[in-house]
């Protein structure tokens, strides 16, 4: 079973506590996989990494795979130039982030 979070909004300075704060209960949802659907998430400052920071350490500790579905153009960029997308399973979307998984995500971190 997979935790499927859907976030809306900025991730910064005055909304990142909203989404630290639901990191344990993501965990206890599911052993196997995040998915997070970031489609809506349009930016994310250094409040908002940090967040993905401490989300990424918590599903290695616990052996979880940690999903990233819709990325946006900026979002991304942030991701990326900071190196937290190497931390992550990419998709376009949570149907695809869902039949990756099922068939055994077999194709890395990378997107499809």
Do not use: N
Not at 56 to 83: A, D, F, H, K, Y
């Amino acid at each position: 079973m997979y935790a499927i979070v859907t976030v809306e909004g900025p991730i910064d300075l005055a909304t990142h506590e909203v989404l630290g704060d639901r990191v344990p209960e993501m965990l206890e949802l599911t052993d196997v996989a995040v998915i997070m659907d970031l489609s809506a998430v349009k930016f994310c400052d250094s409040t908002g990494l940090r967040v993905f920071v401490r989300l990424i350490r918590e599903v290695r500790l616990r052996g979880i795979s940690l999903v990233v579905t819709g990325l946006q153009p900026r979002v991304e960029r942030s991701l990326s130039i900071t190196g937290l997308d190497q931390e992550m399973h990419r998709r376009p979307d949570v149907d695809s982030a869902l039949d990756w998984l099922e068939k055994g995500m077999s194709r890395g971190h990378g997107q499809a």
